[in-house]
């Protein structure tokens, strides 16, 4: 017998506390577009005969069409704020003790996340949904800039990337206790592949090398760049060295690996330790291993400062990257054993 | 008698620190049972875990027959707790807050809840976020009543709550045991009030049960003599292995003893006390000497 009330009081409780974030999430996304169409038609409405002509007032809303940007740089925006909406539930939820009394009701723990993961990705999908109909219609009524096509691909695409970043922060705020620092935590880890390929270009010391060379790194990074939900990929690239799709794929790839770590935290997250930094050990080590790693990049790269045309460059900048990291690692380690073999004594 | 709780060799650990430590517990069905100890004893942790908030470490809990973990979803629509932390959820008001509970429990009784949110004088439009602490508690309580649990499970419920509901609270309680034979473990530091409502105690100190049992039977272990005697207290009853402490005022003698009481009682009436008499520790007494028996022991300050 199923024991738990999904969906009726798991989704009435949720919605009351998620509905407002959603909003905003809401607002955010649509503000620009809307902004944009209601500045053509006021410029249109106070038009006089000195008013520039109205092709050239309506090319706010042709720009928009053509790049599909709500914002400027929408896609870093919009998945940064969809990261921001995967951490606040579970944190609603952690703040002031509140997740203990949620528990201690008759409510299985994967009931409680899937319903919160259920009303987010709705509220995501559908404010997305509108936008694409808004710009459907806006387009319709410009004369068809651009296919309605495309306009779908970028929709299924930015659902996907929002979706990817939504994913890494409803995770991370399984794992990590205070919410800004959950927030900066995921916004990290979506970064990864940013500041793998940065790594890379920094490697591969390219000054050393001939232009076939560049242009293979370049190819590299940028590929491994858009693998993060962050930077999302290049959609209108004619040559683009992953094909968006496969960057979508990649996203689908990403979100579903998240959400399954986010069930498997939470199936086993020890509720005594609400109010800590992190709900499980392993993560001081995430946390010092990313620390040590990111010291690394700093130390290594002043340290390979004036070294650019110096073939000992890459070896030393990965031996100084790897050291300082372990250092790190090490020291931070031994000192938290330390504090917490006190702590035990206390 | 029906076992409603039962923990054997219960064990916890925080960090590596043991918070309880081989805790048994036996509580009948239709019983309150209330949980002492100093600050820190180990009274939450028991009770999440008797809610299958917490895994222990070490043991096992059972609740109404049945193993409790953090997945018992089933039977925690039995079991109810009401927590002295954790804040309610946002962005509702009373009438939410009372709704997504009649969603989440099949045993919610619509006449109780009236019943209660008139009698505690809730204001059901109220956000949550105005409610004072003791209208929270009020609340939860109202909350756990109409859910009709079978245990209930209250920690430090009284605090907040002025005396006259917290009198009214208490006789919640006395009902809820005897009219509808629900189990209720208390725990709290307000022993007075403990005193007038429960049938049996735990007294806990550092994570270890240091006694628990009926009341009556406890308060058997250790008696108080008041007797009055006019001359010296002899050494046989001062050095007595059953006299924990003896006071002294004027003609006056109390002796607390654990253990014996006859035999100090009959010392004393060889030794000329002109009147004697054995009375029952109140519960706070009771508490206190466990407390120093285990080394528990505060002065008083006195400030420069």
Redesign the interface.
């Given at each position: 017998m199923r024991a738990s009330f999904f969906p009726e009081a798991i989704v009435y409780k949720q919605w009351r506390q998620l509905r407002g974030w959603l909003i905003a999430w809401a607002l955010f996304t649509w503000a620009g577009p809307v902004h944009t169409l209601v500045g053509y038609w006021t410029a249109m409405q106070t038009r006089t005969a000195y008013s520039p002509p109205p092709e050239l007032l309506a090319q706010p809303v042709i720009a928009m069409l053509h790049t599909l940007d709500p914002h400027v740089n929408a896609a870093r925006h919009l998945a940064m704020a969809a990261l921001v909406v995967g951490v606040v539930p579970m944190a609603m939820e952690r703040a002031r003790g509140r997740l203990l009394i949620t528990l201690a009701a008759p409510i299985r723990r994967r009931d409680l996340l899937a319903t919160q993961i259920a009303i987010c990705l709705t509220g995501i999908w559908g404010v997305l949904l509108v936008l694409t109909l808004f710009d459907i219609a806006v387009n319709k009524a410009f004369g068809t800039v651009v296919p309605t096509v495309q306009i779908l691909a970028w929709f299924l695409m930015e659902g996907l990337q929002t979706t990817a970043a939504f994913a890494v922060g409803f995770a991370v705020s399984i794992g990590v206790g205070p919410t800004l620092f959950a927030m900066v935590c995921a916004l990290l880890l979506a970064l990864v592949p940013s500041y793998a390929a940065m790594m890379t270009t920094e490697l591969a010391n390219m000054t050393m090398h001939g232009p076939a060379y560049w242009n293979a790194v370049n190819r590299i990074t940028q590929a491994v760049e858009s693998l993060s939900p962050i930077q999302g990929p290049s959609l209108w690239s004619e040559h683009p060295v992953i094909s968006p799709w496969h960057v979508g794929l990649w996203y689908a790839v990403w979100s579903v690996g998240w959400l399954a770590l986010a069930f498997a935290m939470f199936r086993r997250l020890p509720l005594e330790r609400e109010g800590g930094l992190f709900s499980f050990d392993a993560l001081w080590d995430v946390l010092l291993v990313g620390t040590g790693l990111m010291a690394g990049t700093v130390l290594g790269l002043i340290a390979v400062g004036g070294m650019s045309q110096n073939p000992q460059r890459t070896p030393v900048l990965l031996a100084v990257w790897i050291l300082v990291a372990a250092l790190t690692w090490l020291t931070g380690r031994l000192l938290l054993t330390r504090l917490a073999r006190r702590a035990r004594r206390a | 008698m029906r076992t409603a709780i039962e923990t054997v060799d219960l064990h916890k650990m925080?960090?590596?620190?043991p918070v309880l430590r081989g805790v048994n517990l036996s509580v009948p069905a239709g019983s309150i049972h209330g949980v002492i100890g100093a600050n820190g004893a180990g009274k939450s942790?028991l009770l999440?875990i008797l809610?299958g908030?917490?895994?222990p470490s070490r043991g096992q809990v059972r609740v109404l027959g049945e193993v409790m973990d953090?997945?018992a979803?089933?039977l925690?629509?039995r079991v109810?707790?009401v927590?002295s932390?954790?804040?309610?959820?946002?962005?509702?008001r009373v009438r939410?807050y009372l709704?997504?509970?009649r969603?989440?429990?099949r045993t919610w009784d619509e006449t109780r809840c009236r019943r209660l949110l008139e009698a505690l004088e809730l204001p059901e439009g109220a956000p949550l976020r105005n409610l004072s602490q003791g209208m929270r508690t009020q609340l939860r309580l109202t909350v756990a009543l109409s859910a009709h649990p079978e245990v209930l499970l209250l920690d430090e419920p009284t605090n907040g709550l002025d005396p006259v509901v917290k009198r009214q609270f208490l006789q919640l309680l006395l009902q809820e045991a005897s009219g509808t034979g629900a189990t209720i473990v208390i725990a709290t530091h307000h022993l007075d009030d403990l005193e007038r409502i429960a049938d049996s105690v735990t007294i806990l100190f550092s994570g270890r049960a240091l006694a628990s049992g009926q009341l009556d039977h406890l308060r058997d272990t250790v008696k108080r003599v008041q007797a009055v005697l006019a001359g010296e207290l002899p050494e046989s009853i001062v050095h007595h292995p059953a006299v924990v402490e003896v006071q002294r005022s004027g003609r006056m003698v109390l002796i607390t003893v654990s253990g014996n009481v006859q035999a100090v009682v009959t010392a004393l009436g060889e030794a000329g006390a002109t009147y004697c008499e054995v009375v029952d520790l109140e519960l706070e007494e009771l508490f206190r000497h466990f407390m120093e028996r285990e080394g528990y022991r505060r002065e008083g300050i006195l400030l420069p």
């Open positions: - | 925080f960090g590596g620190r942790t999440r809610m908030l917490y895994r953090t997945e979803t089933e925690r629509q109810h707790l927590a932390e954790g804040d309610l959820p946002r962005g509702m939410d709704h997504y509970h969603l989440l429990y």
